[in-house]
C-alpha cells in the first residue's frame, strides 16, 4: 500500500469592502485573503501549514495590496515595489536606457518609478542588506498569483534587456531561483522567456 501526501492551496476571504484602488484610481471593492498551505492525505486536506499569506485583492484590476493600503495611501500594488528592486538588481551591471526602461514598465502595465522613488529604493535596498531571494520571501505574502508572475515578468524583462539573448548562465540560474522562491511551478521561466518582448 501507498500513501500519498501533498499540499493544497487553500484561500480564506477574512473580509471585504470598499477601498480607494492606486491603479483602478477609483473607489473598487475588495478581498481580504489568507492563503495557506494545507497538508492533504490522499488529496483530503487535514492540517493547516504554517506559511500563510494575506493581501487584499481588488474586484476589479486582481493587483494586489498591502493590508495596509486601507489606511495608508499606499500608491502601488506590492508587485511594483518587488520590480523596482529587481531592476535595481540588474541594473548596475548592464546600462539600460530610459527609453527601455519605459517600454518594460509600460509592458507589465505600471508606471515607470521617478527619479525620486528609485533614490528611495536604492536606500532602503542599502539599508536591509537582504539578498534579493530573502527579499521576495518576505514579500511575497502580499502577492496574489497575478502578482508573483508579474514579478516574474519584470525580473526576465530586465534580464532580457541588460544582458541579450541568450542568459549569461548565472543570470538563468537566478530567475529560476527567483521563480522557485515565488512558488511557481518549474521550468515557466524558459517558458516566459520564449514569449516575452518588451519591443
Ligand atoms: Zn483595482
Redesign the pocket.
Known amino acids: 500500500m501507498f500513501i500519498l501526501m501533498g499540499e493544497k492551496n487553500t484561500g480564506k476571504i477574512l473580509n471585504d469592502g470598499v477601498f480607494y484602488?492606486p491603479?483602478?484610481e477609483c473607489q473598487?471593492h475588495y478581498q481580504h485573503i489568507q492563503q495557506r498551505n494545507m497538508f492533504t492525505l490522499f488529496f483530503i486536506p487535514l492540517l493547516p501549514l504554517p506559511i500563510s499569506r494575506e493581501y487584499l485583492e481588488?474586484a476589479?484590476?486582481h493587483?494586489s495590496f498591502h493590508p495596509q493600503v486601507v489606511d495608508e495611501r499606499n500608491l502601488y500594488p506590492t508587485w511594483h515595489y518587488a520590480a523596482l528592486r529587481l531592476m535595481l538588481e540588474f541594473l548596475p551591471t548592464g546600462k539600460l536606457a530610459t527609453d527601455k526602461q519605459q517600454a518594460i514598465w509600460e509592458k507589465l502595465g505600471g508606471t515607470m518609478p521617478d527619479a525620486s522613488e528609485i533614490r528611495a529604493a536604492q536606500q532602503t535596498r542599502q539599508d536591509d542588506r537582504q539578498d534579493v531571494l530573502h527579499y521576495l520571501q518576505n514579500i511575497c505574502s502580499g502577492l496574489n498569483p497575478a502578482g508573483e508572475l508579474k514579478i516574474l515578468d519584470a525580473v526576465l524583462l530586465f534580464a532580457k534587456a541588460c544582458y541579450g539573448e541568450p542568459l549569461p548562465h548565472p543570470v538563468q540560474v537566478l530567475c529560476n531561483q527567483i521563480a522557485s522562491t515565488l512558488e511557481l511551478e518549474p521550468g515557466i521561466a524558459q517558458q516566459r522567456l520564449l514569449t516575452l518582448n518588451y519591443e
Open positions: 484602488c491603479v483602478c473598487q481588488c476589479h484590476c493587483n
